[in-house]
């Protein structure tokens, strides 16, 4: 199954989804949207009022200033994969439970993940950034770069956590400012590993005894 088939199948399931308590209060579940191949994977929290009305990613006002930071550093949307820890929204904006992140962790994000194979991944909150840096604390570890299985991995305060405490707002601006520097760094490395081209083996010239011929002009 290639990865286009894989995502089409994680949303698919994510739809109809009864695993955990977070189905008894969905209008639409959020699988999240991309490119298939997206060098970079964004991983928020969960779906929210706005999210759960659309079937989006990130279409409330903390996706109005995901939209703005990407502009920022000259992306766009459908440049990256946006999505979510879990697929459904929990009622009033709660944090979501341990056994609703496990059990949409295992059956859909490590999915969309080794699907999609992206180069970095940008954790938006604690939750997404417990699933790569365990016990860490995004407050000392935010806007920092961490490889983990093969991947860089960015971590940063949630757009929504600026937008509630004002105080988070130049942090997240300025995390945002450095991707552009890792992402060329991933880059390079990514071109370092690619094999040199071959040389080609020059070609024997072919032995020819006679004496050269030379040619006049009149």
Same mark, same amino acid.
């Given at each position: 199954? $290639? ?13 109809v ?6 189905h ?20 928020? !929290?969960?779906?929210?009022?706005? #999210?759960? !009305? =659309? ?11 995901? $939209? ?10 459908? $440049? ?19 056994? #609703? ?13 080794e699907?999609?194979?992206?180069k ?54 300025? $995390? ?21 081209p071959?040389?080609?083996?020059? #070609? ?6 006679? !004496?050269?011929? =030379?040619?006049?002009?009149?």
């Open positions: 199954m $290639d990865a286009e088939e894989v995502l089409k199948q994680v949303a698919g399931e994510v739809a989804c009864t695993k955990c308590a977070l008894n209060s969905r209008k639409k579940a959020v699988p999240g949207e991309g490119p298939i191949h997206a060098e970079i994977l964004f991983v928020g !929290e969960g779906p929210g009022f706005y #999210e759960n !009305e =659309q079937g989006r990613p990130f279409v409330g006002a903390a996706g109005q200033f995901l $939209d703005e930071l990407l502009s920022s550093i000259h992306l766009k949307r459908s $440049d990256v994969f946006i999505t979510n820890v879990v697929k459904c929204r929990p009622p009033g904006n709660r944090d979501p439970l341990p056994d #609703e992140v496990s059990t949409c962790t295992s059956s859909y994000l490590q999915r969309q993940i699907a999609i194979n992206p970095m991944v940008v954790t938006l909150g604690r939750y997404s950034m417990g699933l790569f840096l365990k016990d860490a604390k995004i407050s000392q570890v935010h806007g920092r770069m961490y490889q983990v299985d093969g991947r860089m991995v960015v971590p940063m305060f949630h757009p929504a956590a600026a937008l509630h405490q004002p105080a988070l707002k130049d942090s997240v601006v300025a $995390d945002f400012g450095r991707l552009p520097g890792w992402i060329a760094q991933m880059r390079r490395e990514e071109e370092a590993k690619k094999p040199a071959e040389e080609p083996t020059p #070609e024997t010239p072919a032995e020819d005894h006679d !004496e050269p011929t =030379q040619l006049s002009l009149f």
